[in-house]
């Protein structure tokens, strides 16, 4: 097991923070997540930002600058939501992995 199912809703979190905090694009948030060790390609990371999107964590704008189109991505009401709910269970786990003397 190579650990891409528990990776995933780690990366999820980290587009709702980023979206949360200011406007996101594809490339952006694919270097964003490299520079935490997430090696994802715009076929993975598409999909994962529309179902964000269908499900309504996400909306999204499409700018033209220049010639260039790119679109944008916010977290709705619910995907702020959802992060602030989130960062409790990650807090709690995290005090469970690393403050409490963990065995491993």
Known sequence: ???????????????LHHAVEEPI????????LARH???LSAGT?????????RK??????????GRQHRR??????LGKTTLESAKEKVRE?????????SNL
């Open 1 to 15: 097991m190579d650990g891409r199912e528990f990776y995933s809703s780690l990366i999820r979190l980290h587009i």
């Open 25 to 32: 694009f594809g490339l952006g948030i694919i270097e964003e």
């Open 37 to 39: 060790g997430y090696k």
């Open 45 to 53: 990371l598409y999909p994962m930002l529309h179902d964000m999107e």
């Open 56 to 65: 309504g964590y996400l909306y999204s704008l499409e700018e033209r600058t």
């Open 72 to 77: 944008f991505y916010r977290a709705t009401d």
């Open 93 to 101: 786990l995290f005090g469970e992995l690393f403050e409490q003397g």
